[in-house]
């Protein structure tokens, strides 16, 4: 075992481990709040070589909200459609990189930066996303602070605000 998945004996190995297929069809795993799909693309033959592959589906007005993975660079191929795609420099400067890219474009995100993806068109935008990492990790910043467990003073603190502003965005993020 690699990675915590089992290495395939090399003598059993057939074309199909380097295979996935139905990606011209939505599917995966589905956020109604945010308005996207998202497929994790499993090819085993991959496997141990240190990437990781996303099949994203994103609904006009959709996000994929502002989040990092601390273990990976990312890389975004737009299929379909058009969304407005950045990341934001590490501090102090907090510089943002965004373009709107449309189906062709590619853009890359340095690993562990914050980044986000906008469908601000009026169709659906389909992308492929590459990660340098098989196990990125997926940071979602909205999730850290008003779903988790931080204190709700802290998180006053940490936004220049008060604790009644922080437990109405947290009231946000209980709701289906």
């Known amino acids: 075992h690699e990675n915590g998945v089992a290495c395939k004996d090399p003598a059993a190995v057939v074309a199909e481990d380097f295979l996935f297929g139905g990606l011209d069809k939505p599917g995966g795993k589905t956020s109604k709040r945010f308005g996207f799909t998202a497929n994790q693309v499993q090819i085993p033959g991959l496997n141990t070589l240190g990437e990781s592959h996303v099949h994203l589906d ?14 990976a660079a990312e890389t975004a191929l737009v299929l379909e459609g058009s969304v407005y795609f950045g990341f934001v420099s590490s501090y102090p400067d907090n510089k943002l990189y965004a373009k709107v ?20 068109g009026t169709a659906p935008a389909t992308l492929y996303a590459s990660l340098s990492s098989q196990n990125p990790g997926l940071v979602l910043l909205g999730n850290s602070l008003f779903a988790g467990a931080l204190p709700d003073d802290l998180v ?21």
Not at 58 to 71: E, L
Not at 103 to 113: E, N, Y
Request: charged share 15%; aromatic share 10%.
């Open 156 to 176: 006053a603190k940490t936004l220049l605000t008060d604790a009644h502003t922080v437990q109405t965005i947290k009231a946000n993020f209980r709701r289906s």
């Open 58 to 71: 994103v609904v006009p007005g959709g996000v994929f909200p502002v989040h990092y993975h601390p273990r």
């Open 101 to 120: 890219l449309r189906k062709g474009d590619v853009f890359a995100v340095p690993q562990g930066l914050v980044h986000f993806l906008y469908n601000n």
